[in-house]
């Protein structure tokens, strides 16, 4: 594999979830293949899961891992070809990822959506600019439109607990007081988009997310509805696609409670954290034993180990 920017970029889903419920088995039978081999990790944004996972899943390969708070500390970045650049941006992305692809032999950023420049977001300009110029392998840890390292620890992490071979899974949206991106909804829709599964969205109107991403995937606005007989429960707020990081409504009702969990059918709780408690899900489910949370924040590991795996045989 070159580039690991989108779920679709794994060859075959389920192969490489048992690839990565193996690896998990065994981290460290592959140490010997990323010694000598050194990834930069570029963070724009926060992380708590995302910074030590695939820090951990590095050096597990062997690897020499490299960490940098690029958003704090680095330069700001000018993006534009043949800008005069005489305002607040020192240097330029041509010059940067060149420099930076000297360095180490992957690189993986982190760089959310701006939520206020919907072309520019599409446009993945940090990552393909970082493609375009590093001429090395790019990891998406989690860009403006899609979180694929998450979706594939979320694979991994029903494979482990699905109890039939289609399950029902629904993808609930909920309250949250501040915008956020849409990443995590559509990898978790590409990534359900392969499966074998019975794949339903529910948000209130008004909160579609991009139709080139949702293409038929079933979308019901009653979310009760919804949750019947539901086998797994993921849960995740987003703003306004349509109208761009806009907060239209925030509807509390919206929360997910013990309840809406008697609806489904033992339903496992998913959530990729962080999560605000009592805003999106109440402590009674996250503190349930149906909450699989940390498992699935276990699997970070794992599944950015298998994504430098994959990457690392084919350098
Ligand atoms: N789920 C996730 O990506 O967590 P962090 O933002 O803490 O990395």
Redesign the pocket.
Known sequence: MNHYLNINDLDNLQQTVQEAIELKKQPLKFEELGKGKTICLLFFN??????LSTQKAAQNLGMNPIVMNFGAEGWQLEYEDGIVMNQNKSEHVKEAAKVIAQYCDIVAI?AFASLTDKEKDLAEVVLNNFKKYAGIPVVN??SATG?P??ALADAITMEEYKVKHKPKVVLSWAPHPKALPHA?ANSFIEMMQLQDADFVITHPEGYELDPNITKNSVIEYDQKKALENADFVYVKNWSSFKEYGEVMINNPEWMLTGDKMKLTNNAKFMH???VRRNVIVTDEVIDSENSIVIEQ?NN?TYSAQTVLKKILEDL
């Open positions: 926060n992380s708590l899961r995302t910074r982190r840890m989690e979180h390292m998450q995590v990729c954290l962080p924040a970070r």
